[in-house]
T-cell receptor, first 114, second 115 residues
Framework: AQSVTQLDSQVPVFEEAPVELRCNYS??????LFWYVQYPNQGLQLLLK??????LVESINGFEAEFNKSQTSFHLRKPSVHISDTAEYFC????????????FGKGTRLSVIA | EPEVTQTPSHQVTQMGQEVILRCVPISNHLYFYWYRQILGQKVEFLVS????????KSEIFDDQFSVERPDGSNFTLKIRSTKLEDSAMYFCASSALNTAPYGYTFGSGTRLTVV
């Protein structure tokens, strides 16, 4: 079985500052990793994913995450945040078969301050 | 872009009452899911549904819960006798292929409050 730990429940950051949202996972098998974002009053939207290949994956709005197998981490980063990035961010994992449900972390609330 | 639609967005019900949460998955998707998130806690898997039957369920999904696809478009979650601890945000999701969790599309959720 897989599990996900997001140690930071809230991360306040000033606009244009860099941010890192931490995610660690536990699994005895190979995994797929995901970051989902939830804007206020909206559903969960897939931000980016790691399936295989390059360990650095990027989203269209400037976020990136790096899969680190030795540290079992998949931290999310952005070099310069905008007010519009204020949202809840969820890290999720599934096993490589894709036949097990997504397992989510508790989420990290990113608050960008003007 | 195709969406998963959930209704209602908010529901308040009295303890012991039955509630039905509704979802309209994306039309060509074949796999359907319910997740829930109790305030301040993780998003948790409840149940997956394929070919008109439950394919997997978590330990949370006890006899108080049931799912149904009553017609070609709706996918419902019923809680027979609600408890205070059922208060949560409930998310529906659908996907085209069960082997592609990256294919999940989530709805915006129904916030259920049991009083």
């Amino acid at each position: 079985a897989q599990s996900v730990t997001q140690l930071d429940s809230q991360v306040p950051v000033f606009e244009e500052a860099p941010v890192e949202l931490r995610c660690n996972y536990s699994s005895s098998v190979s995994v797929y990793l995901f970051w989902y974002v939830q804007y206020p009053n909206q559903g969960l939207q897939l931000l980016l994913k790691y399936l295989s290949g390059s360990t650095l994956v990027e989203s269209i709005n400037g976020f990136e995450a790096e899969f680190n197998k030795s540290q079992t981490s998949f931290h999310l980063r952005k070099p310069s945040v905008h007010i519009s990035d204020t949202a809840e961010y969820f890290c999720a994992v599934s096993d490589h078969t894709g036949n097990t449900p997504l397992v989510f972390g508790k989420g990290t609330r990113l608050s960008v301050i003007a | 872009e195709p969406e998963v639609t959930q209704t209602p967005s908010h529901q308040v019900t009295q303890m012991g009452q039955e509630v039905i949460l509704r979802c309209v998955p994306i039309s060509n998707h074949l796999y359907f899911y319910w997740y829930r998130q109790i305030l301040g806690q993780k998003v948790e898997f409840l149940v997956s549904f394929y070919n008109n039957e439950i394919s997997e369920k978590s330990e949370i999904f006890d006899d108080q819960f049931s799912v149904e696809r009553p017609d070609g478009s709706n996918f419902t979650l019923k809680i027979r006798s609600t408890k205070l601890e059922d208060s949560a945000m409930y998310f529906c999701a659908s996907s085209a292929l069960n082997t592609a969790p990256y294919g999940y599309t989530f709805g915006s959720g129904t916030r259920l409050t049991v009083v």
